[in-house]
């Protein structure tokens, strides 16, 4: 079997869980596997990084960031792989470059376009276990770029798609995909499978046990994905298709993110066509924008609240200042204390009373709810960052989920 086996940041966060990894790869290996490793930077490693950057600049060049970035996990690389061959298993460590990853030109957010998997393979033949670098590729101009944070979980979804791995594993600080995050509810319920696209929900609605992308990315190459601890030898959760799961619960988990901020735009130009100004403006700075709220207009303008993510606020000030400016916009406000709850389960497809149920949670608990957002399978809220905890259990609790 090809395995492709990924370490995160607290897995690697010292010396001495490299060498707890070190063995647990040369335990694959010794029951006959094939092994690529694909390893985070130490844990704190990258906001150290990050933080160095901004004691020079608010605002540095995301392609120097970049190139900053991408050493946190090229230090864990050589590590892993000086220690797996001090024991006596040949291993080589590479980087996103060297293992032909190829991704678009998005710094610190980029999108991997091809993978060419030749010199993996080659090593892989020779009998070595590969140690790939998480969390960077190189863009056509030869630049190194980065895959978003959390982006390891990318970097190992795409190499096993790529390599036609046997499997996947996300090895972690959690022994699997849980019912919501258990360091806020201990009494979530760790699942045993969950679909493809609960997952995505969950993952892009903040639960940061996978990056949205590497979710994304399993469903489309069809990767055999699991999820579990570098810390005990329990199993996991498997990430499949929607249809080798036999139980569809109604609601399977719940989901909080943190990192969330809020623009008002207040007086906006009621006219056709300034909705479609912003927005486009919004994009091309590369602000993902997530929930909008447009208000009926008043005297000629109107009111529009939409969130994005907190890392894009700076982006997206620039932007809406264009327009205040202009006079097209005559105030804007931003909110950095909320966050976002959600709900997410397939089975609501065909359920009424889901969202009705969340609501009435956040009445009984006096949580405002200042924005919803729905979809098929998900309940999204946005509340005061202050009451996201409670929110998170009294959610669990109201829908069963620890049973
Ligand atoms: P790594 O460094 O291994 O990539 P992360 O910190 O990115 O690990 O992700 C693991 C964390 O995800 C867990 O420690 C847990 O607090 C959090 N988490 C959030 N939601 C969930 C969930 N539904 N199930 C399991 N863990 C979750
Ligand atoms: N080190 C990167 C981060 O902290 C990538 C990762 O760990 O997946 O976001
Ligand atoms: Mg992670």
Redesign the pocket.
């Known amino acids: 079997m090809l395995v492709v086996q990924k370490f995160?940041?607290?897995?690697v966060g010292d010396l001495e869980r490299i060498q707890n990894v070190a063995n647990r790869v040369a335990k694959t290996k010794a029951q006959g596997h094939d092994v690529v490793v694909v390893v985070?930077a130490m844990?704190g490693e990258t906001n150290k990084l990050i933080g160095y950057a901004e004691h020079f600049s608010k605002n540095p060049s995301r392609a120097e960031m970049d190139m900053l970035l991408s050493s946190g996990e090229r230090v864990t690389a050589s590590l892993l792989s000086i220690a797996l061959n001090e024991m006596g298993h040949s291993a080589v460590a590479m980087s996103g470059r060297k293992a032909g990853i190829v991704t678009d030109k998005i710094h610190t957010k980029a999108r991997i376009e091809s993978i060419d998997p030749s010199a993996m393979l080659q090593e892989v033949k020779e009998g070595k276990v590969v140690v790939v670098a998480g969390f960077q590729g190189v863009n056509e101009e030869g630049d190194v770029t980065t895959l978003g944070r959390?982006g390891s979980?990318l970097s190992a979804v795409a190499i096993a798609g790529a390599l036609k791995a046997d499997l996947c594993e996300i090895y972690?600080?959690?022994t699997g995909?849980?019912t919501?995050?258990?360091?806020i509810e201990p009494k979530a319920k760790k699942l045993e499978k969950i679909s493809y696209d609960e997952m995505l929900e969950?993952a892009s609605l903040g639960?940061?046990?996978l990056q949205n992308r590497s979710v994304e990315m399993a469903k489309k190459l069809n990767v055999n994905l699991v999820t579990r601890s570098s810390f005990s030898d329990e199993e996991g959760t498997l990430i499949t298709k929607e249809e080798n799961i036999m139980e569809k619960p109604l609601v399977s988990?719940i989901a909080l993110d943190r990192n969330q901020a809020r623009i008002s735009l207040l007086g906006v130009a009621d006219r056709p066509g300034i909705a479609s100004e912003i927005f486009n403006k919004l994009a091309d700075a590369e602000v993902n924008v997530d929930m909008i709220i447009q208000n009926k207009a008043v005297d000629d303008t109107t009111n529009i609240d939409f969130t994005v993510a907190v890392s894009d606020l700076t982006d997206a000030k620039k932007v809406v200042d264009t327009f205040v400016q202009s006079g097209e916009i005559k105030a804007d406000s931003y909110n950095e204390d909320i966050c976002k709850v959600s709900v997410v389960g397939v089975g609501m497809k065909s359920h009424a009373g889901v969202a009705a149920k969340a609501f009435y949670t956040m009445a009984q608990n006096n949580i405002n709810i200042n924005m919803i957002s729905t979809s098929e399978i998900k309940v999204s809220m946005v509340i005061d960052e202050k009451y996201a905890e409670l929110a998170v259990r009294s959610l669990h609790d109201a829908y069963e989920l620890e049973k």
Not at 8 to 11: A, F, H, K, L, V
Not at 180 to 183: A, H, V
Request: no cysteine; net charge negative.
């Open positions: 995160g940041g607290t897995s985070s844990s959390g979980d972690t600080d959690v995909i849980f919501t995050d258990p360091r969950l639960a940061k046990v988990g």
